[in-house]
């Protein structure tokens, strides 16, 4: 068998969204502006590009560019779309099937609210009508989609390690706190565990500031083969090691509501790239609620099964903590368009860079983006690393 | 643009030909899963091949309605206007005796006296065809 590992590097990240939460260009214009900066990051240009991604229809996206790629991926697992197409994108450029791919991403649920007067915005999908199990099994049962299955697992975390709405709470706390320092933030004033346990209760035991925003948000990234990258302008992020897994589609199909996916994902990327947790200087880890990201950190092997809220609690996943997590102010406090998992790549692309700006981690080598997508089903977890790291 | 119907509603489960035996049984009140022969194991949702072994094994049993909630959340902020049940109320994963996990809401009970691990048994709401909407309460 071969390995991905080193094969490829990420060479061009763009990403956008705004304080206000709404972005003035949208649709496919929004995400051709995209990959036209991430490919100027790249010192590329459009003719260069012979490899496709989009998490919903990658014909659309490549006759908008007017482009025939030879490689094309429309894989659409929801928040972690971005992460399996990196995998997949890897794989081709190994295997010689692709030169230099883009994946790109943009939605605009607030704008479209306003743009469609009054109607109800864009939707996430997750509880589309018709002939589908989950009309069937769940949707009767009145659970707010897509928050609730979030809530219960966070009930069951809670029943069995005596996990604490406090110690949920320090997460978005923590990621808030690295939001003051990101200039396109929607929310980038502190707050304390107090404020997210008087937050509105929306589904027990989640509070309003357990979850994340619902703002629009675009971005896209440049991925090549390490040859190539060599010969480019800035430094190569080089893709050591991926994995994808997922277990279920429906919140009541899930195996185990406190263990994902991601053990499996992330035992395969850590695996691939021979490192362990401990090697790792920044954890960009999905937070579409804070139990999402709690779940992460122990199912990536960063804390014991049942220790993610005494793992939190001091505070160490913030500024000046112990093991950085989510610096750009993740999907609770910078962004979150509806498939976050692009600002991942985005973000741990640019920390390898040293390019963060005021919340620039001093000399990481190693970042894991990990995406989770649909109701935690299907996870996908990436191992990036500096030339250093190769 | 639709107007939120003013009477209280639930979204009617759409039911097939793998599932109409389930929904079939729920006129009698009478609550069912699928158990495959090969595999000695029970399923659930009803599907047309056992998810273990892929082999049209499955023959239909009838649980004994008694389990325990698995989880649950309690909705405070409701996604649907005039959902059936008047809000905080809880959603739960119940775990039958028989070994399978479905989705229902825990009534007849506080919301906020719902714990993981209570036992409770199943309860029927009238659909508007004559089927039934299985329901779980405290045992
Ligand atoms: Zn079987």
Redesign the pocket.
């Given at each position: 068998m071969g390995t991905l590992r080193g094969a490829a590097a990420f060479v061009g990240v763009a990403d956008d969204a705004s304080p206000t939460g709404e972005l003035e260009v949208h649709g496919r214009a929004l995400e051709a502006a995209m990959i036209e900066a991430a490919l100027a990051d790249a010192g590329l240009s459009i003719s260069d590009v012979d490899g496709v991604c989009h998490a919903n229809n990658s014909m659309a996206l490549a006759e908008y560019l007017g482009i025939h790629p030879r490689f094309t991926d429309s894989t659409s697992t929801g928040g972690s779309s971005f992460e399996v197409h990196a995998e997949h994108a890897a794989a081709a450029i190994a295997a010689g099937l692709a030169d230099v791919v883009v994946s790109v991403y943009g939605s605009t649920p607030q704008g479209d609210r306003r743009r469609n007067a009054g109607g109800r915005g864009g939707g996430r999908g997750f509880m589309m009508a018709g002939p589908n199990p989950q009309a069937e099994w769940e949707m009767p049962y009145g659970l707010r989609q897509p928050m609730g299955p979030y809530a219960m697992a966070a009930t069951r975390h809670m029943a069995q390690f005596g996990t604490t709405p406090e110690q949920l709470a320090q997460i978005a706390v923590s990621t808030r706190a690295w939001a003051t320092m990101n200039p396109k933030a929607r929310h980038r004033d502190p707050i304390t565990v107090d404020d997210v346990l008087s937050s509105p209760l929306q589904c027990s035991p989640l509070h309003l500031l357990d979850c994340c925003l619902v703002t629009d948000g675009a971005g896209a990234w440049v991925m090549t083969s390490a040859e190539r990258a060599a010969e480019l302008a800035k430094p190569p992020v080089y893709v050591l090691g991926a994995g994808t897994c997922h277990d279920h589609q429906m919140i009541s199909q899930m195996p185990d509501l406190t263990t994902t996916a991601g053990v499996i994902s992330g035992t395969n990327a850590f695996g691939m790239a021979g490192i362990k947790p401990d090697d790792v200087d920044l954890l960009m880890g999905y937070d579409s609620f804070t139990i999402t990201a709690l779940l992460h950190l122990e199912d990536l092997g960063f804390c014991p099964k049942g220790e993610g809220g005494r793992f939190v609690e001091d505070g160490r996943t913030g500024p000046g903590g112990s093991f950085p997590m989510n610096t750009n102010g993740g999907g609770l406090s910078y962004t979150h368009p509806g498939m976050y998992g692009m600002f991942l790549i985005v973000e741990a692309v640019r920390q390898l860079r040293g390019e963060a700006g005021a919340r620039q981690l001093e000399s990481p080598e190693i970042a894991v983006a990990h995406g989770s997508g649909g109701v935690l089903s299907c996870m996908s977890t990436l191992v990036l690393g500096t030339e250093a790291t190769r | 643009m639709t107007t939120p119907p003013a009477t209280p509603t639930r979204p009617q489960p759409p039911e097939d030909e793998t599932s109409r035996p389930f929904w079939e049984a729920t006129r009698t009140r009478r609550l069912l899963y699928q158990w495959?022969t090969?595999?000695d194991?029970p399923?659930f949702f009803p599907r047309d091949i056992?998810?273990?072994?892929?082999?049209s094994?499955?023959e239909w049993r009838e649980s004994s309605g008694r389990g325990t909630v698995y989880t649950f959340s309690n909705v405070h902020r409701p996604q649907m206007p005039n959902f059936a049940l008047p809000a905080p109320y809880t959603v739960a994963l119940i775990e039958l005796a028989e070994g399978v996990r479905l989705m229902s809401n825990v009534v007849n009970c506080d919301p906020e006296q719902v714990r993981v691990g209570m036992a409770v048994k199943v309860t029927w709401e009238r659909l508007d065809d004559g089927r039934h909407l299985p329901q779980f309460e405290p045992a």
């Open positions: - | 495959c090969v595999c194991r399923v056992c998810p273990g072994c892929l082999g094994t499955l």
